[in-house]
């Protein structure tokens, strides 16, 4: 119930539980309950998931051979820059294997990080954790319905800038450890410009 969460869970959908301490746990016949204001995955009173603009997204990769690991940015116009139980799926976990990554809005880390699609410039922060030392490199091995956007990784230790639309990636070097203002990922709307069409003072046909 914390983070923007309800503490319920729809029918049908499975869920993590992370121990500190061993010993069980008991879910009780008690704890079934009908939670009307909850998404349903067959239906949904508030937002057609069934809509094209829900697929629009960015798959963002880490890899280090022979691990990789990937989050994703999705687009959808009916998401906020919260949380959303439509859209978005926090990290659980920074800890779990050797390579994690993740991204941060509004001081909540995403493992699917859903937001409205960008009027002007979005600058999302992107984290990572690696459990040991070596060289690393982040691209893009997914991207969807964002033809009319820019999508863009900074790196702002070293300036480099690379367009993941393009295949390109960026490789570093980095001891283990916890990086969470070295990455971005940045998207915006692509301008076109239209070049002047020159007319003949000649008459013409169409």
């Known amino acids: 119930g914390t983070d923007g969460a309800t503490g319920k869970i729809p029918p049908m959908q499975g869920f993590f539980i992370k121990a500190n301490l061993s010993g069980s746990i008991i879910i009780p016949r008690a704890a079934r309950t009908h939670y009307t204001d909850q998404m349903r995955y067959k239906k949904s009173g508030e937002v057609d998931l069934r ?9 963002l990769k880490l890899f280090n051979y022979p691990d990789s690991t990937d ?15 439509a859209f978005d799926a926090y990290k659980f976990s920074k800890t779990s294997g050797d390579i ?36 690393f ?24 800038s690379v367009d993941l639309k393009k295949g390109e990636s960026i ?6 450890g ?15 410009s239209i070049s002047d069409i020159g007319i003949s003072e000649n008459e013409f046909t169409i």
């Open 71 to 85: 989050l994703v940015v999705r687009f959808n116009k009916e998401a906020t820059a919260g949380v959303d139980k």
């Open 137 to 160: 490199k982040l691209l893009s091995n997914e991207i969807k319905r964002l033809d009319d956007y820019t999508v863009l990784l900074k790196d702002l230790k070293t300036g480099q």
């Open 171 to 176: 490789e570093f070097t980095s001891q283990s």
């Open 178 to 192: 916890e990086i969470e203002d070295r990455f971005q990922l940045v998207i915006f709307k692509t301008s076109t």
């Open 51 to 59: 809509s094209p603009d829900t697929i629009s997204f960015v798959r």
């Open 100 to 135: 994690n990554i993740w991204t941060t809005t509004g001081g909540v880390a995403y493992s699917i990080n859903g937001l409205p699609f960008p009027e002007n410039t979005e600058e999302i922060a992107v984290g990572i954790r690696t459990a040991v030392g070596g060289t």
